[in-house]
């Protein structure tokens, strides 16, 4: 079992971070130099792929926001959600980033116009202290998306945030519900029996395992991603496979996003978000399916690729690491384009509403080493 714990360390390590960059500033000023600020360069041009590691990690780039008569706004906004953060760590409070966009209306010139140049700022901060280990969940801005939902056989532990005390969530007994994770997971303990878990791209795929209670048949977690998982989920998942030491299959449409956006999230991460590759994805997640081949060996309902779905397949191809790395993905989505079409999970209910169940992920589950990489 993995026991909770207050963070506090973590959170000591937070504000630390926090006001070393802010005396470095105030050092600069008081020697009459211009302060500096470094952000690493969140793009797929400034990651590298090593599969040891298994994950997409930050490059060397930088770009660099120097106090001047230009950046002097921006400066300031920088340094005053810095401070709202340490505020939100002391008082052990939250801001999602509408929150942080509504609060900046108190801070006079420095006040923000527009949400997107507020979420800007705070990307940066983000990944400015990426640098240190710390992550935006750590620094206390929130998202607003789903975490995400559970089933199964697996034990939460939460904790009551005014008195400490520990709360056990048991994610069988949920009835027609799931389990939903929090937006942040790192508190979170877990013990399970489960010999797997198996990530879901779709709320109905997941609400129909979850409904005939799939995990119990196959001793198993499943988890609805929804999409793109949050960062939540991914995290959830991480943590989960990493202190139970089970493995992770994905289920997921066979489509250039689901394969290339969703998948690929998952398990190494994206471009964008390097800075936290290391925290948030999960480099052990395997590829159940749906396949190419899963499409005629199941002779599956397709629907036309559109120009957008080819265009997202062959810029994954010649642009994206991951599909350098693993020729079985490259092939698998030069096959995809060649035949056309895609296809999603529910087209296996052409063979009846519960062949997934019965049928096709007993079939799968039983032969993990014929998993996509």
């Not at 963070?7 to 630390?16: G, P, R, V």
């Not at 116009?113 to 929130?142: C, K, N, P, Y």
Request: charged share 30%; with cysteine.
């Amino acid at each position: 079992m993995s026991e909770v714990t207050i963070n506090s360390k973590l959170d000591q390590i937070t504000i630390e971070s926090i006001e070393k960059v802010a005396r470095q500033v105030y050092d600069k000023i008081n020697r009459l130099s211009k302060p500096v600020m470094d952000f690493p360069v969140r793009s797929l041009q400034n990651v590298k792929y090593d599969t040891r590691r298994g994950y997409f990690e930050m490059g060397r780039h930088k770009k660099q926001r120097t106090l001047t008569v230009n950046t002097v706004k921006t400066f300031a906004q920088t340094l005053r959600m810095m401070a709202l953060s340490k505020e939100l760590v002391v008082t052990n409070d939250f801001a999602t980033k509408r929150d942080a966009y509504y609060q900046s209306k108190n801070w006079g010139e420095a006040m923000f116009h527009e949400q997107d140049e507020s979420d800007t700022v705070m990307d940066d901060i983000e990944a400015m202290f990426s640098l240190h280990g710390v992550s935006r969940e750590e620094l206390r801005f929130l998202p607003e998306e789903h975490g995400g939902a559970v089933g199964g056989e697996l034990i939460v532990y939460d904790r009551d945030r005014e008195t400490g005390e520990t709360i056990e969530i048991d994610c069988t007994r949920f009835g027609s519900g799931a389990y939903s994770i929090p937006k942040r997971v790192d508190h979170l303990g877990f013990k399970t029996s489960a010999k797997f878990i198996l990530a879901i791209e779709t709320g109905g795929v997941f609400d129909r395992l979850q409904y005939h209670k799939f995990w119990k048949k196959m001793n198993c977690i499943i988890i609805g991603m929804g999409g793109v998982p949050s960062r939540a989920c991914r995290r959830f998942v991480r943590r989960l496979s990493d202190e139970m030491k089970i493995p992770v299959y994905a289920f997921v449409d066979c489509d250039p996003y689901g394969i290339s956006n969703i998948y690929r999230t998952l398990k190494v991460g994206s471009g964008n978000a390097a800075h936290i590759n290391q925290f948030f994805c999960v480099p052990q997640a395997r590829y159940l399916g749906v396949t190419p081949e899963d499409i005629r060996r199941y002779k599956l309902p397709t629907h036309p690729l559109k120009d957008v779905d080819i265009k997202r397949a062959r810029d994954a191809l010649k642009n994206d690491p991951f599909f350098h790395v693993h020729k079985k993905w490259a092939d698998a989505m030069e096959d995809l384009i060649n035949m056309g079409v895609r296809a999603e999970q529910q087209a296996l209910a052409k063979w009846g509403l519960n062949f997934v169940i019965d049928e096709y992920l007993p079939a799968k589950i039983a032969n993990p080493g014929q998993f996509l990489p």
